[in-house]
């Protein structure tokens, strides 16, 4: 409990002086609570002794009243502190996490961690916030509490005072018992959940797949079976942990008669005077209220040790590397040059890499020279979309260097590596906005009409103008309202806007009608002029014109040429060619 509590202190960062300072509050609200206890039991005992006069009465009912707004006032400085702390820490972990993502490679966005990620974002960082943070200054002040009461009963006799260490003792026992079973299910119902998240988007991204090919009634199932096992994992929680809350009612029961017995047979022996069996009586039912109460918390600590270790999870993930800190030379200002006096702007050099152990890419060396195209062709599988993504370093290579205008990339801030190069995806992905906010987020410092060039250019300008609110129309979720070749065009008029010096460009394989097809390809004609291309080739008669094509099959480059050149050698491209031609 004790390293739970520590954990969540651990990530309050910079406001862990207004958490503390929350402590204290807390326990001031937590005597203020038991002041009025303290009050009736000395206004009776001066009944009793006869003492009672005119103005102790008065007195005591001013110190009542003073004591029950002073418990007002430090609930409310409580709540503050804590609530809008749980609020700004978790702004902070948001912030933090989100400039994590942003640093993570690729990969780990394609290996089933979106459902940990956006159960960690929304489930698992709103349950501290709202359920945890509250309470943690309680939580603190309960134990503060139990200690002073303990303490107290030493003052009182000795023999109350070992009793009631050994009551806390007891609760300590039921408490770690039920700490373990409810860790045990939080753990698991974590997994649960992130498995029905996983599912869930699985269901909702699949939908139009699972419509087509009637799969309607596997997925279902398979979503059912995981909302049932969801089902199946709270009832197993709660019957486990059911027993264990009944027993610490009854330790709390059974450690207070014990007490209020010992206290009797204190009183009859004479130790006792009537005041403190009346005090007693009155402070009886308090003596382990707060180790209940803190015990009680324990469900959310546990979730919250369990979120927590999620939150750890996705942050130990390892950042891409952006120790880099050199910017790139501008372009055609530097390059390798090799022994014929060549200048290259990217060059590949023995390249090697693996997504796990096994080897994707096999020393993979080319050179490409500014404003000059080149194709990458093959089997599907071959490794052409890893040769081009590792250029933008969506993952580390293992061996060798790629170089852009002869600096390694690892070397240069990644800042600056994508300062040069843009990507054209087949996937393409519009965000739920305007579509000139999606063209502008290439360069958020461009004016309106430099938008609207690069959307003339790349032909989108004159379907945007029919929208109904032209470049202000908000594009439905993921684009839905546009079609493939249009979304195609506007994220080519992204492209065109940043104008990098070097372009990659994944040719889209899906179909699009014979207009789609004439307006893409002027606009990508438009965006590679005076480029250096680097494409991913689907259908050989768009890169015949390439300056250099490169044949990838099974990670190696196994032919290198032009067009002519390759066609000569009647290979493996010229196959491909003949085989696309009939
Ligand atoms: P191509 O673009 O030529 O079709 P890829 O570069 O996509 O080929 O794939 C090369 C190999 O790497 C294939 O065996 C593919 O299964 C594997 N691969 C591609 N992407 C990943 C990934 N994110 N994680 C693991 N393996 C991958």
């Known amino acids: 409990m004790f390293k739970i509590l520590q954990r969540i202190i651990g990530i309050t960062g910079r406001f862990k002086g207004r958490i503390r300072a929350s402590y204290i509050t807390s326990f001031i609200k937590g005597v203020m609570m038991k002041a009025p206890l303290i009050l009736c039991y000395l206004a009776i005992s001066s ?3 006869n003492t ?36 700004m820490v978790f702004a902070d972990i948001r912030l933090k996490l989100g400039d994590h993502l942003r640093k993570l490679p690729m990969g780990y966005f394609t290996e089933g961690n979106i459902g940990k990620i ?66 045990k299910h939080s753990v698991v119902k974590q997994e649960v959940s992130e498995d029905l998240t996983d599912e869930v988007i699985d269901f909702a991204e699949g939908i139009g ?17 995981e909302f049932e096992t969801s089902c199946r994992e709270a009832i197993g929680f709660e019957k486990a942990y059911s027993p264990c809350a009944r027993a610490l ?48 918390h324990m469900p959310r600590l546990t979730v919250t040790s369990a979120s927590l270790d999620r939150i750890d999870e996705v942050f130990a993930a390892e950042e891409l590397k952006d120790l880099g800190t050199k910017e790139l030379p501008a372009a ?43 194709a990458l062709v093959g089997p599907s599988g071959g490794g052409k979309s890893t040769i081009a993504s590792l250029l933008a370093r969506f993952w580390d290579i293992k061996d060798g260097h790629i170089r852009v205008r002869g600096e390694d990339i690892r070397d240069v801030s990644l800042g600056s590596l994508m300062d040069s190069i843009s990507m054209v995806f087949q996937r393409v992905y519009l965000f739920q906005d305007t579509v000139y906010n999606n063209i502008a987020i290439a ?10 060039e690069a959307a003339k250019k790349a032909r989108c300008y004159d379907f945007i103008m029919q929208l109904p609110d032209g470049f202000d129309t908000v594009i439905g979720e993921g684009g839905a309202s546009l079609s493939g070749g249009e979304k195609q065009r506007i994220s080519i008029a992204r492209c065109i806007l940043k104008d990098t010096p070097i372009v990659i460009l994944d040719e889209a394989t899906a179909s699009v009608d014979a207009d789609n097809e004439r307006a893409i390809q002027e606009a990508i004609s438009e965006l590679c002029k005076n480029k250096t291309l ?49």
């Open 443 to 452: 360069r958020p410092d461009a004016t309106r009409e430099e938008v609207e």
């Open 209 to 225: 797949i699972i419509k087509t090919y009637n799969l309607l009634g596997e997925k279902s199932k398979r979503l059912t079976d």
């Open 332 to 374: 055609g200002n530097s390059g390798s040059v090799d022994l014929a006096g060549d200048v290259s702007e990217i060059e590949y050099d023995n390249v090697s890499f693996g997504y796990t152990q096994k080897d994707v890419l096999k020393d993979v060396s080319f050179k490409i020279k500014a404003g000059e195209m080149t």
């Open 534 to 582: 680097l494409v991913i080739a689907h259908r050989l008669k768009t890169i015949a014109d390439a300056d250099q094509i490169l044949v990838v099959s099974d990670g190696e480059i196994v032919e290198r040429g032009t067009h002519a050149e390759l066609m000569d050698k009647k290979g493996t491209y010229a196959h491909m060619v003949s085989l696309q031609a009939s």
């Open 249 to 296: 009612y009854l330790t709390y029961g059974i450690g207070t008669s014990i007490m209020l017995a010992l206290s009797g047979y204190l009183y009859s022996i004479g130790i006792f005077t009537p005041e403190y069996m009346v005090g007693m009586v009155f402070f009886l039912f308090d003596l382990f209220i707060s180790i209940k109460a803190y015990y009680g």
């Open 118 to 183: 956006s159960s960690v974002l929304s489930t698992d960082m709103l349950f501290i916030e709202e359920n945890c943070m509250g309470v943690l200054a309680e939580i603190v002040s309960f134990m503060i509490s139990q200690g002073l009461m303990v303490v107290m009963m030493f003052v009182m006799d000795y023999r109350m005072g070992i009793m009631a260490l050994i009551i806390v003792g007891a609760f300590l026992i039921v408490g770690n018992y039920m700490l373990r079973t409810s860790m």
């Open 47 to 49: 009944f009793m002794q």
């Open 52 to 87: 009672m006069t005119k103005d102790k009465c008065i007195y005591y009912g001013l110190a009542l009243l003073a004591c029950l707004a002073l418990q007002g006032v430090f609930e409310y400085i409580t709540n503050m502190l804590m609530s809008a702390a749980g609020y």
